[in-house]
């Protein structure tokens, strides 16, 4: 069994991401998305900070620090792009005009809420910046993480145990096994890696799994 790499997983996001589309990529590994769509496919990538029409990761002599999305990573800016206002953005984001948002998550469940702000340990810092904006405002809403935490526990779960970010709102979730669709219908499996099966999947989830 061949686990995805990052790179890989960011390559099958981007697949999914079509023509026209107007994305907002979160923190950390959803950025990297940006690095895999492909130049002839007109894709328009906001991100929260307040811009729109952000581009992939620049090389080390391109790095111009007035230029960074919302993780404060360096990023390019495409033919076109702009810049405004924190509160346009977040009225961008919260008024439906985003149609993909692409986020990391603690925790998913099979019906679609979303854990990615705290894991509600005493010593840990939240963090939920956009997400909570995101998650009801997007049309929809990609997650990726990978399946299993550290210690082996499946972060796609029955029920979320963390607190939430959003109800219901996650239809597809990408990790580095499989990627699945989720939502009032439970969790259905889209893709597996190499090596691994239906049954070998749920008992790694521990959830209720149907096939596409």
Not at 33 to 50: H, I, R, Y
Not at 56 to 73: H, M, R, S, T
Not at 89 to 112: K, P, T
Not at 122 to 143: E, N, R, Y
Request: proline share 5%; with cysteine; glycine share 12%.
């Amino acid at each position: 069994m061949q686990r995805l790499n990052r790179e890989a997983m960011a390559a099958r996001v981007a697949k999914d991401i079509p023509e026209g589309a107007y994305v907002n990529l979160g923190i950390g590994l959803p950025t990297m998305v940006a690095n895999f769509l492909p130049k002839e496919k007109d894709v328009f990538l906001q991100s929260e900070n307040g811009l729109l029409g952000m581009g992939p990761a620049p090389a080390d002599e391109d790095v111009d620090w007035d230029l960074i999305n919302a993780g404060k990573q360096p990023v390019t800016l495409l033919a076109g792009g702009a810049y405004f206002h924190h509160g346009d953005s977040f009225a961008m984001m919260r008024g439906g005009h985003i149609d993909i948002c692409v986020l990391g998550a603690f925790q998913v469940s099979v019906r679609g809420d979303l854990a990615n702000w705290h894991t509600g340990a005493p010593d840990a810092i939240p963090a939920v910046g956009g997400a909570m904006d995101l998650a009801i405002g997007a049309k929809q809403v990609f997650v990726m993480m990978d399946l299993l935490t550290k210690t082996g526990e499946s972060k796609l779960v029955e029920t979320c145990t963390y607190p939430l970010t959003g109800l219901a709102c996650v239809s597809r979730v990408y990790t580095d096994l499989a990627v699945f669709e989720v939502g009032p219908n439970g969790a259905r499996v889209i893709e597996m890696v190499e090596g691994l099966t239906l049954d070998g999947l749920r008992e790694l989830t521990m959830v209720p799994l149907e096939a596409a």
